[in-house]
């Protein structure tokens, strides 16, 4: 499709062309166009650098204005978003994905994609380089145009990713975007200062891309228990084991050497399996079930995790389906244990006790861990951090926490304010220090956090955060 529009806009200039030598001309090889050269004196204009925001980044093109339209270095604004320049018979092309602009100076009319538009004035030549008003071009590739409060104007052309979510960052400039169907679920690499994105793998019932550190590759299992590593940079997926028993909470050593992981269908069992080997080792089975928020310190000694205890069912016979069957949720609770594989005697230890719900565990290396606790249903949420001697101290109380995120050593929450604002806040641990960093519609979810850089999803897309504001990565 490409190829012959690329075709279609050749011929078409060639008739453009013809029609610029004069009407008499034009008649007689029977075109339907009719250019017309520009004749009238030339006036000087002045060129002078302006900074256009192109996709989201700050650009110094060249510009001039004549008759109250901006005209801007065709050669310059191709550069800032990516475009193919290409000369033929006079006329230049400029190629942006599907579209195409093809101009030649002193014609007041231009070929895009094929089709013949009229230009308010000719494209010209300027301090050596070819000029034209910036709003056709920009509009003829697909592009975008507004007016800044600062006065800037910004362009976009990047077509967003629709539906993605579930970011996760690769580093501080790209993100792992999930986009879910019926069928399957194609996750993306999206570039977060710009949104461009690009497939990276499309697979059925897997479980989500877990990053390494390092941001080199990422890990996953299929449907059946497989694990796999996808290297981010050139996409090539390989199989590490074929182990087809359940595999959940994929956990990076931090060398990137290793996962770790729940196994079985209860989470009782913590493993790890070698990426080198693929070879599977058991190294917490104590015969506790419903193992779940699984993170490990740095030196692969310490593991915190949540234990759920189930309701009871209790009948009043032996056959449940004809018996009266209660539910007893009294002993029903969570609680966050540390298990330490260095202790001369290792065992799960519980570290809390209350009956509260905890969510978000995390722990940046196992002598504290950190959760969301809910104390019932019309109390807030807080954020709450408990050591390995079992004391409890609350870390953030401000609103009703959502969402918990490490990054960096600081904790990252979401928090709801009202019922249209939530707020997002950062907590050092080791202060106590908490500060709140945005305020962000209540509908906000999905916090992830890399650094300064923060991607939040909202009802229309997922954002980023660039210098204060938030700019659509996807939609």
């Known amino acids: 499709m490409v190829m012959k529009k690329a075709i279609a806009a050749t011929i078409l200039v060639a008739a453009l062309g013809t029609a610029a030598a004069g009407t008499a001309g034009a008649a007689q090889a029977g075109s339907a166009v009719s250019a017309k050269a520009v004749t009238a004196k030339a006036v000087a204009l002045t060129v002078k650098p302006s900074v256009f925001v192109v996709n989201y980044n700050d650009v110094q093109v060249r510009t001039a204005l004549s008759n109250g339209e901006t005209l801007v270095s065709v050669r310059d604004l191709s550069a800032a978003i990516g475009a193919k320049l290409s000369a033929v018979n006079g006329y230049t092309t400029v190629t942006l994905d599907s579209h195409s602009f093809a101009f030649k100076t002193g014609v007041k009319q231009a070929s895009v994609d094929g089709s013949i538009i009229n230009l308010n004035q000719a494209a010209r030549v300027l301090d050596g ?143 790890k399996v070698d990426i080198a080997t693929g070879t599977i080792s058991k190294i917490v089975e104590d015969k506790v079930d419903y193992k779940s928020a699984l993170s490990v310190s740095p030196d692969g000694k310490k593991f915190a995790y949540l234990v759920t205890t189930p309701p009871k069912a209790t009948a009043d016979g032996t056959d449940l389906d004809k018996d009266t069957v209660d539910i007893d949720a009294s002993g029903e609770q969570v609680q966050v244990n540390l298990y330490d594989t260095s202790a001369e005697k290792p065992a799960a230890v519980a570290l809390t006790s209350a009956k509260d719900d905890k969510l978000f565990v995390v722990s940046a290396d196992g002598s504290t861990v950190y959760y969301v606790s809910v104390a019932d249903e019309n109390a807030n949420a807080t954020v709450v951090s408990v050591d390995k001697d079992k004391k409890t101290t609350t870390l953030l109380a401000e609103g009703d926490v959502e969402e918990l995120v490490l990054s960096g050593g600081k904790l990252y929450a979401l928090t709801a304010v009202s019922d249209a604002q939530s707020a997002i806040y950062e907590v050092d641990p080791a202060t106590a220090a908490k500060t709140q960093l945005y305020n962000v519609p209540a509908s906000a979810s999905g916090l992830a956090v890399n650094g300064s850089q923060i991607i939040i999803a909202l009802e229309d897309g997922l954002y980023v955060n660039a210098n204060g504001a938030w700019k659509p990565i996807t939609r």
């Open 129 to 271: 380089t070819a000029f034209v008003a910036v709003k056709p071009l920009v509009q003829a590739l697909g592009g975008t145009m507004a007016l800044m409060k600062d006065g800037k104007l910004a362009i976009n052309t990047i077509k967003l990713l629709a539906g993605g979510d579930n970011a996760r960052f690769v580093s501080a400039s790209q993100a792992i975007v999930s986009v879910e169907s019926d069928a399957k679920r194609t996750d993306y690499l999206v570039d977060v200062a710009t949104g461009k994105s690009a497939e990276l793998l499309s697979s059925e019932g897997g479980s989500d891309l877990v990053v390494a550190p390092g941001g080199a590759k990422a890990a996953y299992t299929d449907a059946e228990g497989a694990v796999y590593v996808i290297d981010l940079a050139s996409k090539q997926t390989k199989q590490i084991t074929a182990d087809t028993s359940i595999k959940t909470e994929l956990v990076w050593s931090a060398d990137g050497s290793a996962l770790y992981f729940l196994q079985g269908d209860k989470g009782s069992v913590i493993a």
